[in-house]
């Protein structure tokens, strides 16, 4: 029984570390997994189960992004009821995110399957040329639309606001945004490429694994251009009234 209760510890991620944990990076991300799966898995399981019905995938994508973004910036996850709320705030804001950005994925693919057909007949020119616009037109909108859901889980923002700074930092940053897609590549090839066995990935830890790595990776930056200036800006106008 006490070797039980160890492992249910440590498997929801109750267990008690002395060591004070890494701060970011990599590291970060794996003392979450090793010392969090049980949590993972179980918001894993929420989130596919709030994503039924297709039209609420945005606002779950969102609420996702909250709930790993705070297991990255604080070391520990908020509650169910938390992840509840963002669901429900600002749903319609973020299915109209979602439409924007899935019509942008949905061209580029479209793109990608029309330069098959080129392929078919031997016209390589017209298939170099449309197989890269469909690439780099599928490539924006998966970087744009991690931007854009990362920032409408951390910051309540009109969706002008969101759309106007998620085009920004994902330009300004541009070593985040090669991180993201490089990642994302990585993610996508691994699932394409062990097909059926792979879909399992998704079903068990994969969906708040990859929500945890874009976190990791865009909300130091918010904190850094965003949030940090913001109060520094609050801060010295209060002190000088």
Do not use: Q
């Amino acid at each position: 029984m006490k070797y039980l209760n160890r492992f249910m510890k440590w498997y929801l991620g109750e267990n008690d570390v002395e060591k004070e944990p890494p701060k970011d990076g990599f590291f970060r991300i794996l003392y979450l997994v090793v010392n969090f799966p049980g949590k993972l898995f179980m918001i894993n399981i929420v989130f596919i189960i709030s994503c039924i019905p297709l039209i609420t995938i945005p606002a779950a994508w969102t609420a996702l992004c909250a709930f790993t973004g705070k297991m990255f910036l604080k070391g520990y996850d908020f509650t169910l009821e938390d992840y509840l709320a963002e669901f429900k705030d600002g749903f319609i804001k973020k299915l109209v995110l979602g439409i924007m950005e899935s019509a942008v994925i949905f061209y580029g693919y479209y793109l990608m399957s029309l330069a098959g057909n080129f392929k078919a007949v031997s016209d390589n020119t017209s298939y170099v040329i449309i197989m890269g616009a469909g690439c780099a037109i599928f490539g924006i909108g998966i970087l744009f639309a991690a931007w854009t859901f990362v920032l409408a889980a951390h910051l309540r923002l009109g969706l002008s606001g969101i759309i106007r700074n998620a085009a920004i930092l994902l330009i300004l940053e541009w070593k985040s945004s090669l991180k993201l897609i490089i990642y994302t590549a990585i993610y996508l090839f691994i699932i394409l490429a062990l097909m059926p066995y792979s879909i399992l990935v998704p079903m068990i830890i994969g969906n708040s694994l990859y929500g945890l790595i874009s976190c990791s990776i865009i909300c130091p930056v918010i904190k850094r251009r965003i949030t940090d200036p913001y109060e520094e800006a609050v801060k010295t106008s209060t002190s000088t009234y």
